[in-house]
């Protein structure tokens, strides 16, 4: 079969086409992704999914050990774990506040970046810095501006939280999302700087002859030009905010105070690797994948219908 | 659609059937006689690569036949995550000397360990070598997986400056019982000698509490451990006594609830430290410390005061080929030869009986030394149980929310936290 | 007009902050936690940070390492990478709603879950242990750059590739000598992406290999934070040092590259 693939030349309707579709070549072109794929994830992946039914925990190779299927019983136990369901929560609201802020923030700035103004380079190279620093210089940065007596809280005098920021179990989850939100942003601008490059000039122009100011050009034109970026943007924020791991770990110390910053990955990352129940980290995964995956295609369906 | 998916289903069994393939475990007492070349892993701070260095070149120099190769692993958290992939991979050395009493358990579970005492006079040795600490690290099947290597007996560390600038005695400091450490605490922070007291990490890693609760209920008790029996004891009057005191800590901001970038003590944000003789390299030149015993309610005399640990072993790794080496070499590596090298190059209290007469040449020229030396015969290790990881993160966790953040009752948070490490510590 | 300017000059002033607060603080003596540490003073001044991180690793190896390891990602990426988004974008095939699934999949799989089975995968079945192509290779493809690609080559008119079929024009000259040209920015940022990761990746070339010789700069450098640092005059600064030294090549290669984000067509829209 995939012989057939590699040799169709893409023109070529009939057999070939019936059988891989209209362009063969396709199939050729995604041939060496797919076999990556199934070369570095399918077995790590299905791994994941075979412990999550098991009693399972690693051993040295040649151990002789039980591992029974028990069902779903590591989902119940993970379901019914309090730290668990609360990780949950908590990246929900860290989604909440990071996405729309991340996609509202990205397209402005990007959109200002890109029009002719001063110091050009200079604000593109500003707004890329966060996001290319590694995260245990960035996090001691944040440490010492929103510690209790940081910087932060001394330009805010009386209005500083008390507790302060970072250790406030009200506080600590948004201060995580912001920090996130900043510290990725970069990337997201670039996004939507390469999207721009292809809205079409003649768009504005004919805005700019209807009278439209530049308020309405960039409601009429831009975003819906830019329209299959946003979707990446949602997507991805979605999927690495969902993926959090980094922040809570380094920058409230474990997900504190108590838990209130704890991402499911964080907890996984406890209980599978650093205490050594991966059946139970798995299981914890693939409720987070499913969830996840759940929540893309919502998203997709909803600011995509690209096609 | 189909064919892709029947293309990955292909692959999925090919590498789950490539994987699961075991190459079994060998004729073990065939492998407990092997010799020939090992690779060994020690810590990568610079005091114990210098040590691991000569010492592995002293071996390689007698044994031209069993070369020793060794590689460097970062000490801390990733650590362990390092060891366990190699384990399950079956790529671990034959040694390392850096294995944290606190993973054995997970370890041996994994059937990633050799115990000891299959060699012939194994466990004579290592009695022999550590006295009756060694009793802590035998493992609940009575089996040695571990060496008992090397100790870093957690005490007090002062400023004396920021004592001085307080107005208090830097050459006697009244730390010795509670409201002494509260006292002299509440005296640093008003005159603004230090911001804080003292500054344990206050993050929730799991290991975090063998530096602020785990000292202080080792010396309160006179030496028990968190779990003992298959129960949790700390749920106790004095496990309470010792909560109470942190949580006072807390509540009256002597010490911070912030993760802290830097070193606190070296930098003079905090005036007192809790940690082991290791960190003495760091603090030279920077700060005048001076040292005492960790505090206890009635303030009992310093040789009577027992603290943790904080140690490190060296454990066999079963992927290991040429155990009848490795098994020589560990005995060379913690001869009392290489422990008093060791000793020299690190400032670390090898884990063997009368370490202060055994080298009374290195402590008279090292006076600051020989304090930790007295402490290291009382200390008191993390028990070595099922579940020990999982153990500590439910105690902290507890710890956290009631003594650090004040949202529970203490008293309340230690009860909850014991019946859970009961139910933990009975499953194997 | 000004009123943005402004805008844009305070959001650069915060997202710049960290890097110039890295800077001072990497070149200070003594460490000051305070607000006024964030102030360089003269008296405060040194480049001892640096030069102990020059002292304890071997700059250029770790460099020369990084640099494979990198590279290799990037090569990948932009030459499978590319092949993959331009037929999920624009080739209509058998699998490819699965293909676009599993893209979707992969990069919602939490890395953590993964760890332990890729590397008994990568070290026992491939034997890919101690070697470059055993660090590159779970990020051989990045799964996110090809989604990026895709998005791009989803926004280029469909026409162009019509008349360029109806020509007869095969569909890997297609690709490369029209949807390449026009997307040029958008390989650029990805590029950029890709290099990201494998740059700033620790624990997985740490698993790989324990041998100094192999490992790139972020995990000397990691090492390097952990242990030597907590003994360096200032260790605060030190880190800061490290950070600084692993960010540079990042932002350089960066300032090298941006202009060409806007090369292609957009000098004559620039209209403010």
Known sequence: MSRLAVSGSGRRPGVVGRILGEHPAGTAFVTPYVVFLAAVFAYPLGFAVYMSFHDYFFTAPGAIVERPFVGFDNYVTVLSDPAVRRAFGNVLVFLVINVPLTVVLSIGLATALNSAIRWRTFFRVSYYVPYVTASVAVVGVWLFLFNANGLVNSVLGPLAPDPSWLVNSTLAMPTVAIYVTWKQLGFFILLYLAALQNVSKDLYEAASMDGAGRWKSFLNVTVPGVRPATTLVVLLATVTGANLFTEPYLLTGGGGPDGASASPVLVMYQKGIEQGNPDIGSAIGVLLVVGVLMLALAERRFVGRED | MKLQAGLLAVVLAGSLAACGGSDGAGDADAAAKATGPITVWYSNNPEEVAWGKQMVAAWNAAHADQKVTAQEIPTGKSSEEVIGAAITAGNAPCLIFNTSPASVSQFQKQGGLVPLDGFDGGTAYIEDRSGDVAKQYKSTDGKYYQLPWKSNPVMIFYNKKAFAKAGLDPEKPALGTYDEVLATSRKLVSSKAAKFAIYPAPSNEFFQSWFDFYPLYAAETGGKQLVEDGKATFASDEGRKVAQFWRTMYADKLASQEKYTGDAFVDGTAAMAVVGPWAIATYERKIDWGVVPVPTSSGKPANEIHTFSDAKNVAMYSACKNRGTAWEVLKFATSQEQDGKFLELTGQMPLRQDVATTYADYFTKNADYKTFADQAARTVEVPNVPNSITIWQTFRDAYSKSVIFGQEDTGAALDGAAQKVDQLAAQS | ?272
């Not at chain 3, 605060?236 to 960010?247: E, N, P, S, T």
């Open chain 3, 1 to 272: 007009m000004r009123l943005r300017f402004i805008a844009l000059l305070v959001g650069a002033f915060v997202f710049l902050f960290p890097f110039y607060y890295m800077l001072v603080g990497s070149l200070q003596a003594e460490p000051d936690p305070s607000v006024t540490g964030a102030f360089p003073s003269p008296d405060n001044v040194t480049g001892q940070n640096y030069v102990e991180i020059n002292k304890a690793i071997a700059l250029g190896r770790s460099l020369i390492n990084s640099g494979i390891f990198t590279g290799g990602v990037i090569l990948g990426t932009l030459v499978f990478g590319v092949l993959a988004g331009y037929a999920l974008a624009r080739l209509h095939f058998r699998g490819r709603g699965l293909v676009f699934n599993l893209m979707l999949l992969v990069q919602v799989v939490p890395f953590q879950l993964l760890t332990i089975p890729l590397y008994v995968l990568i070290v026992r079945s491939y034997g890919l242990a101690d070697s470059y192509l055993g660090m590159i290779l779970p990020f051989a493809i990045n799964s996110t750059v090809v989604f990026i690609f895709r998005q791009y080559f989803l926004q280029l008119p469909a026409e162009l590739f019509d008349a360029a079929r109806i020509d007869g024009a095969g569909e890997l000259s297609i690709l490369w000598r029209i949807a390449v040209p026009l997307v040029k920015p958008a390989l650029l940022t990805g590029v950029l992406v890709t290099f990201i990761g494998p740059w700033n990746e620790f624990l997985w070339p740490f698993l790989i290999t324990k041998q100094q010789d192999l490992q790139p700069l972020a995990v000397s450098l990691s090492n390097y934070l952990t242990t030597v640092a907590a003994r360096a005059a200032n260790p605060f600064g030190a880190v800061l040092a490290g950070a600084c030294v692993l960010a540079a090549p990042a932002v350089t290669l960066f300032l090298i590259f941006q202009r060409r984000f806007i090369a292609t067509n957009l000098e004559s829209g620039v209209k403010g």
